[in-house]
């Protein structure tokens, strides 16, 4: 549950990034440490006082199991069950899985010596190469590598608070202050420093009409192509908040504020939800081979938004 670096230390708790990363030589840490002796203080999924709390060594199958999670937060429930295979999700964490790495084919493979995000400053393969699977938003010139995961989606999208144990003692930042846009310095892909631990996440209040909608090649163990994590609070037919973030097009967890300004103080509406989806996608680009996901992820916005309204809660 800390920031993935070439060398150093490393701490390891499920291991389903990291291991990944060391077989295929991307990553060569100096010295892992195992930190699965700290699950007992880290592991605990609590609702308190209007609040849940997932601790950062919960694993992804006992928080998407749990019933107030399955009530209350649907969505994060079903960003979890949507992720990896059973297997996998028996073993990873909730804070490895929000940092776990890219799947750009041209990081994950030595052979391309031209990846910033390996090797700063040698380029981007990516850019003029097979980039079907690649970010169309919060790209740079320097990388377009798109972010894998799912639960990060449901985590920005419902405001969490990241409880983080450093060197300098605890400290609390906004989900969305974690992960970093590439920019000119894409090998740099959070705010933590090393010797930071991620040790839990906070959401205030309840999200009972919530959803998770992913769209992928396969329907099983397979990472989205488009997805939208979904929240919206209505009261006689008037959406008083909406929460949108988008999974599989960008090159971080994505929210979608525009989206959101659309939405609220408005009755649901077919033709709200396609305005709604438009404005999710202010600012796409696309490239050779990953242009269709902004057709695709405008549908899949405009489909979860219609799937959530139609909710009982």
Wanted: net charge positive; hydrophobic share 45%.
């Amino acid at each position: 549950n800390a920031p993935l670096t070439q060398s150093g230390s490393q701490p390891l708790a499920g291991g389903t990034t990291l291991l990944d990363l060391m077989k295929l030589d991307v990553m060569r840490p100096d010295l892992v440490i195992d930190i699965n002796p700290l699950a007992r203080q880290w592991s605990a999924i609590a609702v308190e006082d209007g609040k849940l709390r997932l601790g950062a060594m919960a694993r992804m199958s006992d928080v998407a199991a749990n019933p107030a999670i399955q009530r209350d937060y649907p969505l994060i429930a079903d960003s979890l069950k949507l992720a990896a295979s059973p297997q996998l999700r028996n073993m990873a964490t909730l804070g490895g899985n929000v940092l776990q790495r890219t799947r750009c084919s041209y990081f994950r493979d030595v052979s391309y010596d031209n990846c910033n995000k390996r090797n700063p400053g040698s380029g981007c393969a990516a850019l003029d190469g097979f980039n079907r699977t690649h970010a169309v938003l919060g790209a740079s010139d320097a990388c377009i590598a798109t972010y894998p995961g799912d639960f990060a989606q449901a985590m920005i999208a419902l405001d969490a608070t990241v409880e983080i144990l450093g060197r300098s003692g605890a400290r609390t930042i906004p989900f969305s202050e974690l992960h970093k846009p590439p920019a000119k310095s894409p090998q740099i892909e959070t705010t933590l420093s090393q010797g930071d631990l991620i040790s839990g996440f906070t959401i205030d209040g309840r999200w009972p009409r919530s959803l998770y909608l992913k769209a992928r090649d396969r329907e099983s163990y397979e990472f989205a192509l488009a997805s939208a994590a979904i929240a919206l609070d209505v009261k006689d037919g008037v959406i008083g908040d909406a929460r949108v973030a988008l999974g599989g097009v960008a090159t971080i967890p994505w929210r979608a504020r525009e989206a959101e300004a659309l939405l609220k103080g408005q009755k649901f509406d077919d033709t709200l939800a396609m305005r709604a989806a438009e404005a999710a996608f202010t600012g796409a680009a696309g490239r050779k081979h990953n242009a269709f996901k902004i057709a695709l992820g405008k549908r899949v916005v405009a489909r979860a938004l219609h799937q959530a309204a139609a909710m009982e809660v």
